[in-house]
């Protein structure tokens, strides 16, 4: 048996378990069956997933996220913020401007401190894709595929793909509550045309400056947040006309509202909370 410590935390619900390697170290092939066991809400801990806090020469800290199935992804917005907050308050990194690197590149991150806390993160997600190279999708590459004909279960939508850290397909729906997230959210993961799965958000456009959010993740299924899937969402309204570059929008997920903005750089900014949970030991059986 090996006793594993490990932190839960939330970036407005989409929660997730965290361990940190500056301080111990575990066996390579020991992460996706422990992502698995952690996760699972019965046996485990419950979670989205587990993410890994490490230290990295190309960085102040590096970030590995497994998702509850095991898969591992490229990208994780709340889990960004999570990480910039676990190592500014426990002390790993005691400064209020720093870098994080992930397996899509190196994130820069913002901190606004209160009382020794850091109580809300900025950071800088990088530049949006749109090629079906980078997604990566089936077919010929089209410069900015904006609104295609998207055929799944019988029906045509209409999306926008995107890919920001992880791929996105982005539908604007009429009514957020009636959005087809159960129904068609895993099928719409799944379709052969994402050789690599995709996130599935679903958009209703309150005006200009918000967004109301839905989101099925790809590996984890329905959370309640998902900060590279807003951040996603955001560029789909500009490109599509519902939103301006270089205004904030804010997003109103099921788990609470985030602050995004796509710069007239290009680059997009995500602002948000993220939240201690606990802190435990979970022993696991090999």
């Known amino acids: 048996m090996l006793n594993i410590e490990f932190t839960k935390m939330h970036g407005l619900g989409n929660n997730y378990l965290y361990i940190n390697l500056f301080e111990h170290t575990y066996d390579e092939a020991l992460f996706v069956p422990l992502a698995i066991a952690m996760s699972d809400v019965n046996r485990g801990i419950g979670a989205d997933g587990l993410v890994l806090i490490h230290q990295t020469a190309d960085a102040d800290c590096g970030m590995r996220i497994f998702n509850k199935d095991g898969s591992e992804a490229s990208n994780c917005g709340n889990a960004l913020r999570c990480v910039a907050k676990y190592v500014y ?3 790993l990194l005691p400064r209020a401007t720093f870098t994080i690197q992930t397996k899509s590149g190196i994130n820069y991150v913002s901190l606004q401190v209160a009382n020794g806390e850091a109580t809300s993160i900025t950071i800088n997600m990088g530049q949006p894709k749109f ?3 980078a997604m990566p999708m089936q077919g010929e590459a089209t410069a900015h595929v904006i609104h295609e004909p998207f055929d799944v279960d019988g029906e045509t939508l209409h999306m926008t793909n995107v890919f920001l ?6 539908f604007f729906v009429e009514h957020i509550e009636q959005a087809p997230l ?9 379709h052969p045309i994402f050789p690599e799965r995709t996130n599935v958000e679903f ?19 329905v959370t309640e947040a998902c900060g590279t899937g807003a951040c996603g969402a955001v560029v789909a309204a500009v490109v599509n006309g519902h939103c301006k570059r270089n205004e904030d929008v804010t997003v109103h997920l099921a788990g609470g509202d985030l602050t995004i903005k796509w710069d007239e750089a290009g680059d997009v900014w995500m602002t948000g909370p993220a939240a201690f949970i606990a802190d435990g030991t979970f022993f696991y059986n090999q």
């Open 165 to 170: 850290g992880n791929p996105h397909a982005v």
């Open 203 to 221: 958009i209703e456009v309150v005006n200009d400056t918000e967004l109301n959010f839905r989101v099925w993740e790809r590996g984890s299924g």
């Open 131 to 133: 090629e079906r190279q």
């Open 182 to 190: 159960y129904t068609l959210g895993e099928k719409i993961e799944k």
């Open 89 to 91: 308050d426990r002390g």
